[in-house]
Each structure stands twice: as C-alpha cells, then as structure tokens.
C-alpha cells in the first residue's frame, strides 16, 4: 500500500533563516506531487505541483521554491523566512494520468518567529 | 478560475442527529470531480466522500452521501447518525480534469458534535 511522510513534524524558526521540508511517498511510482498552505482556520492554498522529476509548476508568487529531485521526493524551501510564512504545510500525492483523488500527509506546523 | 463556496464557517450536530454541509462551486467546465474531506483535530486530511460530475447517481459511503446538483453547481454533504468521531472541519474541494489536476479547496465548516 501507499504511504505518504513529511517531516519534520513541527519547525520553530526565526526570521530569515533557511527553510527545508521534505515529503516522500513510498508504494507508488511517477506520482503527481503537490505541496499546500493551511493559515490558521483557513482552507489550503496550493503552492506547487509536479507531474515528473525535475519538473515543478509554482501557484502563487511567494518567498518559497520547491524541487523534486527524485521520482518519490518533493521538497519545499525558503532562503529566507519571513513571518508570513508560518502555518501547516501539507504534502500530497495523487496516482498520475488518473482522476482519483489527493492523498495527504500528515503535514508540517511551521512557526515563524 | 474555479472557486469553491462552503457558505457555513462552523455548524453543531447533536450525536445521532443527521447534519448536512452546504458547498456551491462556479465553474465552466462540463467534466469535473468533487470531493469532501475530513480535517480532524490531529489535521491529517481524510478523503470522505467523491462525486464524477458525469454521474447523475449521488455518491454514498456509509453515513455519507451528497446531494449533487450539476445545473445549480451544487454539492452538499449529509452525514447520518452523527457520531462523536465526526468532528473536524470538513472541506469542499473541486477537480478539473487535465494536466496534474489540482484541487481546488473551500473554505471549510467546522463541525462539532455534542452529547
């Protein structure tokens, strides 16, 4: 079966430190990726999406970049942090060239300080 | 663009009561897919229910179902003998086909099951 990781879990960092969240999914192959923003209280924003290695499609403009440099690892970063960037990150995964629906992480609470 | 509408931030439900979660959607497309997700407290995001906008039949798993409404664009969510378990906030999401098909969110309703 299929799982889905983030880690880490929770992150305290302060203000225009780096940032690296990591998001692997084992079970599958070549599946479509996407990383996503819950503020708090709100609905989840989509941030990126990748159908393949290497290839990444940025939402909205924003402080962060994601990568996927291999075919089961999307990674989301930052240079530098600002406060606005704080929330729950979500990872998800979805079988490629299907309608089926996302599958989620269990995500990653960021707080910015 | 898509826009998905959950109109009722927070709703409460008696324990064994039946509830029913509105959502609407504005789209141009004739080919889509619906979904809701569960988001309890522990935030793990939960598929509970999707709809192909193609079938006319609407969706049910267990307590679940929705109410599918294509021309009014539509799509609310009656969970049936409500338990404890059900609280969480409860989103509304869209799927147009193509290209990554990426999902489209509501806002969400906060569910809150009472004794």
């Known amino acids: 079966s299929q799982t889905i990781h983030q880690w880490p879990a929770t992150l305290v960092q302060p203000v225009g430190s780096p940032l690296s969240l990591e998001c692997t999914v084992e079970?599958?192959?070549?599946?479509?990726l996407y990383w996503y923003r819950q503020a708090a209280g709100r609905g989840l924003q989509l941030l990126f999406y990748?159908?393949?290695?290497?290839?990444i499609s940025s939402e909205v403009p924003q402080n962060l970049s994601a990568s996927r440099p291999q075919d089961r690892q999307f990674i989301l970063s930052s240079k530098k942090l600002l406060l606005s960037d704080s929330g729950f990150y979500l990872c998800?995964?979805?079988?490629?060239?299907?309608?089926?629906?996302?599958?989620f992480g269990p995500g990653t609470r960021l707080t910015v300080l | 663009a898509q826009t998905v509408t959950q109109s009722q931030p927070e709703m409460s439900v008696q324990e064994a009561e039946t509830v029913t979660l509105s959502c609407t959607y504005d789209?141009?497309?004739?080919?889509?897919?619906l979904f809701w997700y569960k988001q309890p407290p522990s935030r793990q995001m939960i598929l509970v229910i999707r709809q192909e906008a193609y079938k006319q039949q609407n969706a049910t798993e267990n307590r679940f179902s929705v109410n599918f409404q294509k021309a009014a664009k539509s799509f609310s969510l009656k969970i049936s003998d409500s338990q404890l378990g059900d609280t969480a906030m409860y989103f509304c999401a869209f799927m147009r086909t193509g290209t990554a098909s990426k999902l489209t969110f509501g806002t969400g309703t906060r569910l809150q099951v009472t004794l």
């Open positions: 990748s159908v393949g290695i290497g290839q």
């Open positions: 789209t141009s497309e004739s080919n889509y897919y």
């Open positions: 998800a995964w979805r079988l490629a060239n299907s309608y089926n629906e996302q599958f």
């Open positions: 079970g599958t192959s070549n599946p479509n």
